[in-house]
């Protein structure tokens, strides 16, 4: 009996202390107990998995750090490692327990339980079974991992030069009438609370609003961010905003209009339609104002931005090709880059002339598009695409090709610059019917026929041969020109010194002259003046031979003359023969004589 007993206490002693070891449970700090009740209890009601008074399965309630003594037959305690949710992530929380979701929603409301960590409190706040609007932040949490699940998912980042643009997954469905989800909704912190976006009745959908560069802590469940680039105007552009907020625009009833009886491109487009040009960009249709050069946070799902430059745009006809800066354009869905300065190129123009010549002509039209009239052009083509596919290429194309059916092939290159003229007036009356300037029309090469070009070529060979022979014999007789000018140059002195000597000898000649008629005039006025003299002399001379002869006698003046040339030394008084006259007197032969002289003067004085 002894030994029977004695065992028996070894057996309890043994129980209890198994009883005891299994029992004693210590909750660490990094750690929370989860407890399960095995027997001894009211099992759950149906459809329930978690207990929260006391029925058999998993409970409600969590075990925090403590040394804590469950017996372990009625009750297991689970140790779990805390959740910790790292720095740029959040928690991603999922429930096995609670309420059903409400029909038409996707996530459980957040209700008050701790952040989770109290799952009595979710569950009699009236918490809803599956994925919850609520997240985690970065943090330490003590969570019953046997109710909550969660899931770590980065944070949302949005990079500098970006636009987040959200798309609601959950919330009141969007009217059918809407494209993007009207706002604002409550002060939901930039979709970083669900609950007040859900509760401020938000729409699913694209938003309105969008995220600026930065961090965010939102679920992905409820909001899925897209991140896009901000929309830059280059400088020289403007962006043409077309807006899709705001309800469908009424279309009216009634029949169509009727059409015009010239239609064209010029008449008013939808006219009883709908209106394209608005000024409340919370309502559809194309903005009247477009936004100048810059960078701009558009949430390029509500407002489509068209590129439309306004500086010089040049579309070429096989204009040579060359590194240009680009300008996006939307074409069909799909976005679309060409050169700023050569927006768009096309073939070579391809003409028929008058007598049958195949030209081609290279073409350069530049045309600007004012900002304020920048919403008309999108409003009417769609784009500037549209406008040089269905304007600029028909109307150039029609021009050159009427004008060339109108002349020969030479004469239309000929009139190049008459051409150019025309066509760019042409231009200028066209396009202005679509709020546009042309600036310049340019015909940069006329490419011939070669078959007329070789006939042109080889006339123009001859007639510059001809020109070439003329030129030649003109070159000749200049040649001859230029030996006869050498030669001349080359005889230069010695004719200079012959004209010279002519000159010389006919100024000796003429000085000659000039003294033989001065040594005449001279001879003669001397003669005269001696004449004149000698006559006055006589005369005078005379009355004085009479006055003496009156006074003194013929005889007795003759003596005194006589006397006077003697004096004079022109008669010889002693000759050498000394002839003497008888008498007293002298001699009769030389009173004679004298008196024979006196005679003669007296005549010539009469």
Same mark, same amino acid.
């Given at each position: 009996?002894?030994?029977?007993?004695?065992?028996?206490?070894?057996?309890?002693?043994?129980?209890?202390?198994?009883?005891?070891?299994?029992?004693?449970?210590?909750?660490?700090?990094?750690?929370?107990?989860?407890?399960?009740?095995?027997?001894?209890?009211?099992?759950?009601?149906?459809?329930?998995?978690?207990?929260?008074? *006391?029925?058999? #399965?998993? &409970?409600?309630? !969590? $075990?925090? +750090? @403590?040394? =804590?003594?469950?017996? %372990?037959? /009625?009750?297991?305690?689970?140790?779990?490692?805390?959740?910790?949710?790292?720095?740029?992530?959040?928690?991603?929380?999922?429930?096995?327990?609670?309420?059903?979701?409400?029909?038409?929603?996707?996530?459980?409301?957040?209700?008050?339980?701790?952040?989770?960590?109290?799952?009595?409190?979710?569950?009699?706040?009236?918490?809803?079974?599956?994925?919850?609007?609520?997240?985690?932040?970065?943090?330490?949490?003590?969570?019953?991992?046997?109710?909550?699940?969660?899931?770590?998912?980065?944070?949302?980042?949005?990079?500098?030069?970006?636009?987040?643009?959200?798309?609601?997954?959950?919330?009141?469905?969007?009217?059918?009438?809407?494209?993007?989800?009207?706002?604002?909704?409550?002060?939901?912190?930039?979709?970083?609370?669900?609950?007040?976006?859900?509760?401020?009745? *938000?729409?699913? #959908?694209? &938003?309105?609003? !969008? $995220?600026? +560069? @930065?961090? =965010?802590?939102?679920? %992905?469940? /409820?909001?899925?961010?897209?991140?896009?680039?901000?929309?830059?105007?280059?400088?020289?552009?403007?962006?043409?905003?077309?807006?899709?907020?705001?309800?469908?625009?009424?279309?009216?009833?009634?029949?169509?209009?009727?059409?015009?009886?010239?239609?064209?491109?010029?008449?008013?487009?939808?006219?009883?339609?709908?209106?394209?040009?608005?000024?409340?960009?919370?309502?559809?249709?194309?903005?009247?104002?477009?936004?100048?050069?810059?960078?701009?946070?558009?949430?390029?799902?509500?407002?489509?931005?068209?590129?439309?430059?306004?500086?010089?745009?040049?579309?070429?006809?096989?204009?040579?090709?060359?590194?240009?800066?680009?300008?996006?354009?939307?074409?069909?869905?799909?976005?679309?880059?060409?050169?700023?300065?050569?927006?768009?190129?096309?073939?070579?123009?391809?003409?028929?002339?008058?007598?049958?010549?195949? $030209?081609?002509?290279?073409?350069?039209?530049?045309?600007?598009?004012?900002?304020?009239?920048?919403?008309?052009?999108?409003?009417?083509?769609?784009?500037?695409?549209?406008?040089?596919?269905?304007?600029?290429?028909?109307?150039?194309?029609?021009?050159?090709?009427?004008?060339?059916?109108?002349?020969?092939?030479?004469?239309?290159?000929?009139?190049?610059?008459?051409?150019?003229?025309?066509?760019?007036?042409?231009?200028?009356?066209?396009?202005?019917?679509?709020?546009?300037?042309?600036?310049?029309?340019?015909?940069?090469?006329?490419?011939?026929?070669?078959?007329?070009?070789?006939?042109?070529?080889?006339?123009?060979?001859?007639?510059?041969?001809?020109?070439?022979?003329?030129?030649?014999?003109?070159?000749?007789?200049?040649?001859?020109?230029?030996?006869?000018?050498?030669?001349?140059?080359?005889?230069?002195?010695?004719?200079?010194?012959?004209?010279?000597?002519?000159?010389?000898?006919?100024?000796?000649?003429?000085?000659?002259?000039?003294?033989?008629?001065?040594?005449?005039?001279?001879?003669?006025?001397?003669?005269?003046?001696?004449?004149?003299?000698?006559?006055?002399?006589?005369?005078?001379?005379?009355?004085?031979?009479?006055?003496?002869?009156?006074?003194?006698?013929?005889?007795?003046?003759?003596?005194?003359?006589?006397?006077?040339?003697?004096?004079?030394?022109?008669?010889?008084?002693?000759?050498?023969?000394?002839?003497?006259?008888?008498?007293?007197?002298?001699?009769?032969?030389?009173?004679?004589?004298?008196?024979?002289?006196?005679?003669?003067?007296?005549?010539?004085?009469?």
């Amino acid at each position: 009996m002894d030994l029977i007993f004695l065992s028996l206490i070894v057996i309890l002693a043994i129980i209890v202390i198994w009883i005891v070891g299994k029992g004693l449970i210590l909750i660490r700090a990094n750690e929370v107990g989860i407890i399960t009740r095995r027997m001894f209890g009211n099992k759950l009601p149906q459809g329930k998995i978690i207990a929260t008074k *006391g029925e058999i #399965g998993v &409970q409600a309630d !969590t $075990l925090m +750090p @403590g040394l =804590y003594f469950y017996i %372990p037959i /009625i009750w297991r305690v689970e140790r779990v490692k805390v959740i910790e949710i790292s720095p740029n992530n959040i928690g991603i929380v999922s429930s096995i327990e609670g309420v059903q979701i409400p029909p038409g929603r996707l996530l459980g409301d957040e209700v008050l339980c701790n952040s989770y960590q109290d799952s009595r409190l979710f569950l009699e706040n009236g918490g809803c079974k599956g994925p919850q609007i609520g997240i985690l932040k970065p943090g330490t949490y003590r969570i019953n991992t046997q109710i909550f699940s969660v899931q770590q998912k980065p944070i949302v980042t949005v990079q500098q030069g970006k636009v987040g643009i959200v798309n609601a997954l959950d919330g009141i469905p969007l009217p059918s009438r809407y494209a993007i989800a009207p706002g604002p909704l409550g002060d939901h912190s930039h979709f970083q609370n669900g609950q007040v976006f859900i509760q401020s009745n *938000g729409y699913r #959908g694209t &938003q309105l609003e !969008t $995220l600026q +560069p @930065g961090d =965010y802590y939102i679920n %992905p469940l /409820i909001f899925d961010v897209t991140p896009v680039s901000m929309t830059v105007v280059p400088p020289g552009n403007v962006a043409v905003i077309t807006s899709s907020v705001g309800e469908e625009l009424e279309k009216p009833s009634g029949p169509a209009p009727d059409l015009p009886e010239n239609p064209d491109l010029n008449q008013p487009i939808h006219e009883n339609a709908e209106h394209l040009l608005i000024s409340d960009k919370t309502k559809r249709g194309i903005l009247r104002n477009p936004i100048p050069p810059g960078q701009y946070n558009l949430n390029t799902a509500a407002y489509r931005g068209d590129i439309v430059p306004t500086s010089a745009v040049t579309i070429d006809w096989a204009s040579p090709d060359g590194a240009k800066e680009t300008l996006q354009f939307t074409q069909k869905g799909k976005i679309e880059t060409a050169s700023v300065t050569e927006f768009f190129k096309f073939g070579q123009l391809r003409v028929t002339s008058q007598d049958g010549f195949q $030209l081609e002509v290279d073409v350069r039209l530049i045309i600007r598009i004012p900002a304020d009239n920048a919403s008309f052009v999108i409003a009417r083509f769609g784009s500037v695409y549209n406008l040089i596919e269905q304007v600029a290429h028909p109307l150039i194309d029609a021009s050159f090709r009427n004008e060339a059916g109108k002349q020969q092939a030479l004469q239309f290159v000929h009139d190049r610059t008459k051409l150019q003229q025309t066509a760019f007036e042409k231009a200028q009356e066209e396009f202005k019917k679509y709020h546009l300037e042309v600036q310049g029309l340019l015909i940069a090469y006329i490419k011939v026929d070669d078959t007329l070009l070789k006939t042109q070529t080889l006339k123009e060979i001859a007639v510059q041969q001809q020109q070439q022979y003329q030129q030649e014999a003109k070159a000749q007789e200049e040649r001859i020109a230029v030996a006869e000018k050498t030669a001349r140059a080359d005889m230069q002195g010695q004719v200079i010194a012959a004209k010279l000597s002519i000159d010389i000898n006919k100024d000796n000649a003429q000085a000659a002259r000039e003294s033989a008629y001065g040594a005449r005039d001279a001879t003669k006025a001397n003669a005269e003046g001696a004449a004149y003299a000698n006559e006055q002399v006589g005369i005078g001379t005379a009355k004085a031979y009479i006055a003496q002869k009156e006074a003194l006698g013929a005889e007795n003046v003759a003596m005194l003359q006589a006397i006077q040339k003697i004096a004079d030394g022109k008669i010889i008084v002693t000759p050498n023969i000394l002839v003497t006259g008888e008498g007293s007197h002298g001699g009769n032969l030389l009173t004679a004589y004298f008196a024979t002289l006196l005679d003669k003067t007296k005549e010539k004085e009469q």
